[in-house]
């Protein structure tokens, strides 16, 4: 299925998968974000890492447009969401996103949960909807929980299911904001080894997260945020190894 | 009572409190005109002679009015919470200023209106003649209440719910057709079984717009059998219609609890 995603634009596939330029983000008088420039290449993996309240949250969101930015522009391949003439809801059919607190749909199966957007969004029928599902679910190790709800799964289990929607859209990218941080601790390692392994697979991703060990084995690209900008970013083993900016300094070595 | 220790004296209090209640009843069997109670209460041929007519018209009829106010108000309130939420203002005024109109008059003028008022200013036939104008009152006003009961509901579901459905590309109306509204209906059913049970009681307003014999609801039909029929020149007919009314509110009432219960343990 493709829709039109802009009215005179086309998909450009060369450009960065996203692209942020000059974004401001403001509720109210408060300024989170101040000016934020970065891209995330096709296929690259990107972590996002800053200390609480820095707005990695609220950058994530803008690229969805689930936040909408004050001023500045978000190019998904090359398209600008921003642009009122944009196709929204086929713009984020294109980007997978998993939040901290899972989200699933509380009163729909498993299955459904995996279904439901597909259908409606993606106007695909509820055979092929539901063995896209059945084959994500057995990526993410749960095709034995179709039929459950999702009060009767794990955290840890939630979130795979999370990942498992978002992926039965096809995205071309995927945003996760701190996927593990609501986990137990022995929950987070099932995730973070779904997450490895879409990484392998050559997903472009965004991640915000405080997995280190994560950002250092599979990211291509490390992002430190404070007080709604970006302070540093690099290659992640040297960002973590030898931080040149005093402020991500002082963070990493309150967290690692 | 110095030298009493603490459960002593609290065990002492409560007999006396015990003596105290038989005392009282015994003094209320005594001084009591039971004959009066009985045959202007409890007259059995007021019970024997009317039941048929209070089963299958009177409460009949009470659970009809229910049911259609009921209905009618639950499509109005949600066409109100739609508009509500819409995006363009003047719905969202027009819709608060009707539930706060409705919410603040009285059930009873509000059918007066519906069954008097509006008829004779603008040649208005009712379906269902007098008792229908009356009954769309009842509406109006049961509308009002669940529209803000409706929408207090889709407000205590999560944000995150909508920001899921919407991250995925699911459209605005879609969303609040597939995820947020089947939840908010899921935990708005105990405060809206409690709206029927007010409802039920409300149809006793109805009263005054006067109905034909074949539509009298409970309480039409106890004032008209206090004045005429086997029970005529006593109150045996109200009592009828109370008891009717507790053996329809009484399970429902009971039903809310188990919901409420049941909704706080899956929280
Ligand atoms: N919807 C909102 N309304 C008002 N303020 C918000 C909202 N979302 C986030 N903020 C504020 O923006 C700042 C950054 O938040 P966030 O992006 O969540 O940070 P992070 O994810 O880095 O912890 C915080 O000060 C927060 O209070
Ligand atoms: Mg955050």
Same mark, same amino acid.
């Given at each position: ?16 998968? *996203? ?16 000016g @934020? ?16 309240g ?24 090359? @398209?600008?969401?921003?642009d009122?003439?944009?196709? %929204?809801d086929?713009?984020?059919? =294109? ?17 459904r949960? %995996?279904? /439901? ?14 063995e896209?599902?059945? #084959? ?19 955290? #840890?289990?939630?979130?795979r ?12 990218m $995927? ?12 929950l987070? &390692?099932?995730?973070l ?8 697979? #050559? ?8 997995? $280190?060990?994560?950002?250092r ?10 007080d ?5 970013? #690099? ?7 030898n ?14 | ?9 609290? =065990? ?46 009177g409460a ?23 508009m ?8 969202r ?9 409705? =919410? &603040? %008059? ?24 007098t /008792? ?17 009961? *409706?929408?207090?509901?889709i ?14 590309g $699911?459209?605005g ?12 209906? =899921? ?38 059998f $206090? ?41």
């Open positions: 299925m493709t829709t039109r995603l802009h009215p005179t634009k086309e998909v450009d596939h060369g450009a960065p998968a *996203i692209e942020v330029r000059d974004l401001h983000k403001s509720f109210g008088d408060n300024h989170v974000l101040t @934020i420039d970065f891209h995330v290449n096709s296929g690259q993996v990107v972590c996002v890492i800053g200390p609480s820095s707005g990695k949250s609220t950058l994530l969101r803008c690229v969805n447009r689930l936040e909408e930015p004050t001023s500045g522009q978000v190019l998904i391949e090359g @398209i600008d969401i921003t009122p003439e944009t196709e %929204l086929a713009v984020r059919s =294109r980007i997978g996103m998993v939040f901290q607190q899972f989200n699933l749909f509380s009163h729909m199966t498993v299955l949960n %995996l279904t /439901i957007a597909q259908q409606r969004a993606k106007k695909r029928s509820r055979t092929e909807a539901e896209i599902a059945r #084959g994500n679910l057995d990526r993410v190790g749960l095709s034995d929980k179709v039929d459950a709800y999702p009060a009767h799964l794990s955290g #840890g289990q939630q979130q299911v999370a990942i498992a929607r978002a992926l039965s859209m096809d995205p071309d $995927m945003l996760f904001d701190e996927p593990t941080s609501a986990l137990d601790p022995e987070v &390692g099932d995730v080894d779904v997450m490895k392994t879409l990484a392998g697979e #050559g997903m472009t991703m965004m991640v915000v997260t405080h997995e $280190m060990g994560f950002a084995e599979v990211g291509d690209k490390l992002v430190f945020m404070a709604g900008v970006i302070c540093e970013e #690099g290659d992640p083993r040297e960002v973590l190894a931080p040149r900016e005093v402020r991500t300094q002082e963070f990493l070595s309150k967290v690692l | 009572m110095g030298s009493l220790t603490r459960t002593q004296r609290q =065990r002492a209090v409560r007999l006396t409190l015990y003596a105290l209640f038989v005392l009282l009843a015994v003094a209320f069997v005594l001084v009591a005109d039971w004959e009066a109670i009985s045959s202007s209460f409890f007259l059995v041929e007021g019970f024997t002679g009317t039941w048929q007519d209070f089963v299958f018209v009949r009829n009470t659970i009809l009015y229910t049911i259609i106010a009921f209905v009618g108000g639950f499509v109005l309130a949600m066409v109100l919470v739609l509500k939420l819409a995006p363009v203002a003047p719905f005024w027009l819709a608060t200023v009707y539930i706060e109109l409705f =919410r &603040g %008059l009285p059930a009873l003028v509000v059918i007066l209106f519906m069954a008097l008022g509006v008829p004779i200013a603008f040649g208005w036939r009712p379906p269902g003649g /008792i229908g104008a009356g009954l769309v009152g009842l509406m109006l006003v049961a509308a009002a209440y669940m529209a803000e009961t *409706i929408r207090a509901g407000e205590a579901v999560p944000k995150g719910q909508t920001e899921a459905a919407r991250s995925l $699911m459209s109306p879609w969303t609040m057709a597939t995820v947020v509204m089947p939840q908010a209906l =899921r935990i708005v059913i105990p405060p809206l079984t409690n709206e029927l049970v007010i409802l039920i009681k409300d149809t006793s307003l109805l009263f005054v717009v006067g109905m034909a014999a074949n539509e009298k609801e409970l309480t039409t039909m106890a004032r008209d $206090m004045a005429s029929g086997p029970s005529a020149g006593t109150a045996t007919s109200l009592v009828f219609a109370c008891l009717m009314y507790l053996a329809i509110t009484l399970p429902l009432t009971r039903v809310v609890a188990w919901l409420e219960r049941r909704q706080k343990r899956s929280r």
